[in-house]
Nanobody, 123 residues
Framework: QVQLVESGGGLVQPGGSLRLSCAAS????????MGWYRQAPGKERELVAG???????NYADSVKGRFTISGDNAKNTVYLQMDSLKPDDTAVYYC?????????????????WGQGTLVTVSS
């Protein structure tokens, strides 16, 4: 009922920048929170940055001051601007969204993940 489509990953040199996008579509009633997670080879998935509907944001300590999460409510889209990238930022980045969707006359909760987009930071 709700799908996420991510884009913007790729190969970048250390110190470079990338911007990830995640668009939600479907029978969305409202989105309570959207966030970006990442998973590096051999490591567990971790939260990178999150945003709740009121606009509050939070970041992993490792990305504070370098990454910025923002959103476009009208487009149900969240972005992750990544600057001063480091090789340790190399990972598959996943978008996550939580909220409610319309199921005929009812509202039901959803929590969905995107397919992931690979970010490689290497010279």
């Amino acid at each position: 009922q709700v799908q996420l489509v991510e884009s913007g990953g790729g190969l970048v040199q250390p110190g470079g920048s990338l911007r990830l996008s995640c668009a939600a579509s479907g029978s969305i009633f409202n989105i309570d929170a959207m966030g970006w997670y990442r998973q590096a080879p051999g490591k567990e998935r971790e939260l990178v940055a999150g945003m709740i509907s009121g606009g509050s944001t939070n970041y992993a300590d490792s990305v504070k001051g370098r990454f910025t999460i923002s959103g476009d409510n009208a487009k149900n889209t969240v972005y992750l601007q990544m600057d001063s990238l480091k090789p340790d930022d190399t990972a598959v980045y996943y978008c996550n969204a939580e909220g409610r969707y319309r199921d005929y006359a009812r509202l039901k909760p959803f929590g969905v993940w995107g397919q992931g987009t690979l970010v490689t930071v290497s010279s």
